[in-house]
């Protein structure tokens, strides 16, 4: 039976030509019906929405010519890394610039209290508002916000930190694309659109994505975003335009008195003034007060400036793009907060108490506070606070020469960045290291000098002796 089967299976003929036709059509036939089974999409019906579809940008597609070049740490593991450690105090206090080169790729210095730190400096901005963050109400200090927010985000923090940031591209969600379907001329203006994609910066430690490109239409939120994303407090400065310059109007109605003095004997052209800012960890002052004053009037109560103010003025307006300075300041807290904007020199205040200045104290008062915080200091609570400054000019985000006017100084150049990251201290670590003997030795040198009125400006007439006396002892 078998061989019989193979033998009927062999023989069999091959099908006819008309079979195979008939074959053909009732495919075609099918395929017709089931398109014409599918719910059609009219000509003013959209398509259903859909989420666009994210990819991971090459740094070096998002690069511009005119910024400068940034060393990656590809191989950083930020939680493991210590924070730097800085001893800058000397035995007498001049002041002075104090400036030393550096380079665009040690602008911000990660280490393993990012996360921690960030995640405060939100919490801080939701707080506080416009205490930690602001700016001027000018198209030129909103251009300053908008270069800053480019070259970090869009530049120097993925390009430098790789493993920590990123941009991200997102296609346009379909129901964003055109409908109907574009008809010539029109067609490769509307085929662009639909391929142009958004640009997000991904913090991924923080686990937060912000727009890039298109960036946020508010400058204030761009400066909350950047006061969230690095620990680094920033102030952003402009050069004044000329004093015929209608535009100097607006930025001189936020000077106060001592501003306008100030024009008087040296006259406003050429003087840089803060126009942006977010400071999470100011030490001792408000930095909303600093907000639309020339370089002169922020440090108007720092003695001996005066000494520095012309080299100061000429340094900034002489500054150029890729090549940055660095200076390391430091002081004595009795406390551990940041966050200190009332006092760096006492402790801070308990919440129940009054909420003033120390500007706003009765010279006797401030006198009697001095003498009762004496005998109570916690040395043992009691910090060295350095902060690492440096001063950056920020390459111009746009290529066109008319943009002047707007977020670059009467010469066209990009802003100036000023940027401190804080680092605390313990005393006690200190006189353990056996530097105890050597900072007692700079806390009494501000007494010398050329600025002997640093040992006031500073506080140390409320916590100078017992803090000496700790220093000296053994431990």
């Known amino acids: 039976m078998g061989h019989g089967m193979l033998y009927s299976m062999t023989a069999m003929e091959p099908p006819s030509l008309p079979r195979l036709v008939l074959v053909l059509l009732a495919l075609l036939l099918l395929s017709f019906l089931a398109r014409r089974s599918r719910p059609s999409r009219s000509p003013t019906t959209p398509p259903k929405p859909s989420l666009g579809a994210t990819s991971t940008i090459k740094h070096e597609d998002a690069s511009n010519p005119g910024r400068p070049a940034i060393e990656p740490l590809n191989d950083l593991d930020w939680a493991s890394t210590s924070p730097a450690v800085f001893r800058p105090f000397k035995p007498v206090y001049h002041i002075t610039m104090a400036i030393q080169a550096t380079t665009p790729s040690e602008l911000i210095a990660v280490d393993r209290n990012y996360l921690d730190r960030v995640t405060s400096r939100r919490r801080l901005i939701s707080v506080h508002g416009p205490a930690v963050a602001g700016l001027l109400p000018t198209a030129r200090a909103a251009r300053a916000v908008g270069d800053l927010y480019a070259y970090l985000l869009g530049h120097y923090l993925p390009r430098r930190f790789p493993s920590m940031f990123e941009l991200v591209a997102t296609a346009p969600p379909e129901d964003e694309r055109p409908w109907p379907p574009p008809s010539p001329p029109d067609l490769r203006e509307n085929q662009e659109k639909q391929t142009t994609k958004a640009v997000l910066f991904h913090n991924k430690v923080a686990r937060r994505r912000f727009p890039l490109n298109p960036p946020p239409a508010d400058p204030l939120e761009m400066l909350r975003i950047l006061g969230e994303t690095v620990e680094d407090d920033l102030f952003l400065l402009l050069r004044d335009p000329p004093d015929d310059d209608d535009n100097n109007n607006d930025a001189a109605a936020h000077d106060d008195s001592s501003s306008n003095n100030n024009k008087n004997n040296h006259g406003s052209s050429g003087q840089h003034r803060a126009v942006a800012f977010v400071c999470c960890h100011p030490s001792g002052f408000d930095p909303s007060e600093k907000l639309g004053k020339r370089l002169v009037d922020i440090h108007g109560p720092v003695p001996g400036y005066e000494k520095i103010q012309a080299s100061m003025e000429r340094f900034f307006g002489r500054l150029e793009v890729g090549r940055p300075v660095k200076r390391v300041n430091w002081g004595i807290q009795t406390h551990p907060d940041l966050h200190a904007p009332a006092s760096h020199r006492a402790a801070p205040r308990e919440p129940s108490s009054p909420a003033t200045s120390e500007s706003e104290e009765p010279q006797g008062q401030a006198k009697e506070n001095a003498a009762k915080t004496e005998p109570d ?73 050329n600025a002997p009125g640093m040992w006031e400006y500073k506080g140390a007439e409320r916590w100078g002796r017992g803090l000496c006396e700790f220093l000296r002892s053994s431990a």
Request: zero cysteines; a negative charge; hydrophobic letters at 30%.
């Open 377 to 449: 200091l916690d040395v043992r609570n009691s910090h060295l606070r350095v902060e690492l400054q440096t001063v950056t000019r920020l390459p111009r985000s746009g290529s066109n020469d008319d943009d002047k006017g707007l977020g670059h100084d009467n010469s066209g150049q990009g802003p100036i960045l000023f940027s401190f990251k804080t680092h605390l201290y313990p005393l006690t670590a200190l006189r353990a290291e056996g530097h105890g003997p050597a900072l007692a030795d700079a806390i009494e040198g501000l007494r010398h000098g």
